[in-house]
T-cell receptor, first 113, second 116 residues
Framework: GENVEQHPSTLSVQEGDSAVIKCTYSDSASNYFPWYKQELGKRPQLIIDIRSNVGEKKDQRIAVTLNKTAKHFSLHITETQPEDSAVYFCAASMGSNTGKLIFGQGTTLQVKP | GAVVSQHPSWVICKSGTSVKIECRSLDFQATTMFWYRQFPKQSLMLMATSNEGSKATYEQGVEKDKFLINHASLTLSTLTVTSAHPEDSSFYIC????????????FGEGSRLTVL
């Protein structure tokens, strides 16, 4: 079945450094790729998303890149801050149904002050 | 942004009892809602798609008779965990997508179920 692989599972960076999280997906029909930030015990919060007709999208310190041919997409956070510490999940839509998402395993990001 | 509300936010019950969790879209209509389950330190797993006015569609491996889903209106979906057992203890999160809009999903706050 469809699968999303996410790496690394944990990531520790110094404040101000950049953080990169990578995901690969298996369903070539997937066309929607959101990234979520989840703090302990809380709901996932959408931080950025990208659709298959776009290769890159940026929002202030956060950017996402998509390589459809290779079926992988990445989250880039620049100038990291301690409040960026959380679990980050990538997700891919099941085919073109943007409501049905397959989530990656999650990356625990720790930003050290 | 749009708001999706879940109730209760946490519940403790005894084995064998049933628990109902509500998911409401507060300021938009949603023909489709989605139910996810998240075990501690794990990812979100899609359980089922709740369709307004029709039967829910369940993902492989999810027992439809155990996890009853009802989507009676465009703003409310309910998940009932029947005959709950300790292994059903988990964080249950719903999400909804507005009828209009670009497809962004809005998640509820989640409901933490503990079965004793």
């Amino acid at each position: 079945g469809e699968n999303v692989e996410q790496h690394p599972s944990t990531l520790s960076v110094q404040e101000g450094d950049s953080a990169v999280i990578k995901c690969t997906y298996s369903d070539s029909a997937s066309n929607y790729f959101p990234w979520y930030k989840q703090e302990l015990g809380k709901r996932p919060q959408l931080i950025i998303d990208i659709r298959s007709n776009v290769g890159e999208k940026k929002d202030q310190r956060i950017a996402v890149t998509l390589n459809k041919t290779a079926k992988h997409f990445s989250l880039h956070i620049t100038e990291t801050q301690p409040e960026d510490s959380a679990v980050y999940f990538c997700a891919a839509s099941m085919g073109s149904n943007t409501g049905k998402l397959i989530f990656g395993q999650g990356t625990t990001l720790q930003v050290k002050p | 942004g749009a708001v999706v509300s879940q109730h209760p936010s946490w519940v403790i019950c005894k084995s064998g009892t049933s628990v109902k969790i509500e998911c409401r879209s507060l300021d938009f209509q949603a023909t489709t809602m989605f139910w996810y389950r998240q075990f501690p330190k794990q990812s979100l797993m899609l359980m089922a798609t709740s369709n307004e006015g029709s039967k829910a569609t369940y993902e492989q491996g999810v027992e439809k008779d155990k996890f009853l889903i009802n989507h009676a209106s465009l703003t409310l979906s309910t998940l009932t965990v029947t005959s709950a057992h300790p292994e059903d203890s988990s964080f249950y999160i719903c999400s909804a997508r507005a009828i209009y809009g670009g497809g962004e999903l809005f998640f509820g706050e989640g409901s933490r179920l503990t079965v004793l």
